[in-house]
């Protein structure tokens, strides 16, 4: 069981990471090619992919803080089925609010 326990909190770990670090680097990107490019139809869309990279961010955090808060140590794990790319999808569709439904 203490394997398990390790095994399953250094999956949660790898998995925050990649989550902070994913908007971490468009942020980072697009604003790097900011200083670069003076192009203002560019600078819309690299200014709307920083907000959008920040906002992911910002749902990443507030989701492990109430992982954190929680009071419960019991994780069980089961499997979902997800779009390929849940960011993708959302600029698909940005008026879906986020929510996705199976079909």
Same mark, same amino acid.
């Given at each position: 069981m203490a394997d398990e326990t390790r095994i399953a909190h250094e999956q949660l770990l790898s998995a925050v990471a990649h989550e902070f @670090? !994913?908007? #971490?680097a468009v942020i980072t990107g697009y604003a790097e090619l900011l200083r670069r490019r003076d192009d203002p139809g560019f600078r819309e869309t690299a200014v709307a992919r +920083? $907000? &959008?990279a920040a906002e @992911? #961010?910002?749902l990443a +955090? *507030? *989701? =492990? =803080? !109430? #992982? #954190? $808060?929680s009071d419960s140590t019991d994780f069980a794990r089961r =499997?979902? $089925?997800l779009p390929h790319d849940l960011g993708r999808e &959302?600029? @698909?569709s940005p008026t879906s609010g986020g929510e996705y439904q199976s079909s």
């Open positions: @670090r !994913s908007p #971490l +920083i $907000e &959008q @992911r #961010l910002s +955090i *507030d *989701d =492990l =803080l !109430s #992982l #954190l $808060e =499997l979902v $089925e &959302q600029r @698909r």
